[in-house]
């Protein structure tokens, strides 16, 4: 897979999950991408729910090397202006141009799953932060960059491919925020050439979710016996596939404002996850729809996204 040789990406919050899975494929289609986060050698997260984990992005940028791209770390605190000038300054040095941007920061915070007036609002504030704000930050940033160079996408990773409620205040605020933030960038952006969209992994096998239910990759299917919807779980590379078949689609400008998962993306574009299975969330929560906990409104009203044809106007 020699698709995105030449190609340049930032993937701000590369260190572990979704991200590293990102960056890890961007490698494999032979990309030079820079894996930007706080977490590096000897100096793990001190507070939130990653706090202790021995991720690193110095790891991530290997095994973006190992996968056959270039992989380079930069510590980069993405709710500081200044760090984030510095990253896109830096590639702008190094390689002259940027060609996507993937915008995974996460929340980072332990959501309480209560009704909003029982929530934390120092918790909650916090997640809005970390998860919306950071990523504002860095599209500001990496914006006057890429539109240099018609033909870049940027990648907001979000959860959920509708606009149902997601079972707390906070969390549903970030993740149709950042949806929501890929759709206006979308809007101003497409006039120059650059896509802009947002994308959903399904449930994701990362190293936090891997521990959680002590299992490894290797017996990871025992995890049903706590949650059967485990069973429909893909590994982080499976959303990476999903963003090299965009990058690599030269209809891509076509798809941008949109909103998509994984696996959808998967039926349209032919690709497996790295077992060869073919992962397919939104299956399987079709048939099941009752054990999604979101799945039906209260109200009885739903939110949802839908496309329009292209018309003359």
Partial sequence: MKRLKGKVAVVAGATRGAGRGIACMLGEGEATVYCSGRSVGGSPPKSGIYAGRPETIEETADLVTRHGGMGIPVRTDHLVEEQVVALFERVRREQGRLDFLVNDISEGVAHEWKPFWQLSLDLGLQAIRNGVHSHIITSRH???????????????????????????????????????????????????????????????????????FGVTEANWRDAAKKDPNFLASETPFFVGRAIVALASDPKLLEKSGGVYSSWGLAREYGFTDIDGSTPDLGKHFGMEWEQFPAGKPRTGRRWVVSSLALEHV
């Fill in 142 to 212: 990496a914006a006057p960059l890429m539109i240099e160079r018609p033909g870049g996408l940027i990648v907001e990773i979000g959860d959920g491919d509708s606009l149902g409620y997601r079972g707390n205040l906070f969390y549903d605020l970030v993740k149709i925020s950042v949806t929501r933030l890929a759709y206006a960038m979308a809007e101003e952006l497409h006039p120059l050439g650059v896509a802009a969209l947002a994308v959903t992994p399904g449930y994701l096998r990362t190293e936090y979710a891997l521990d959680h």
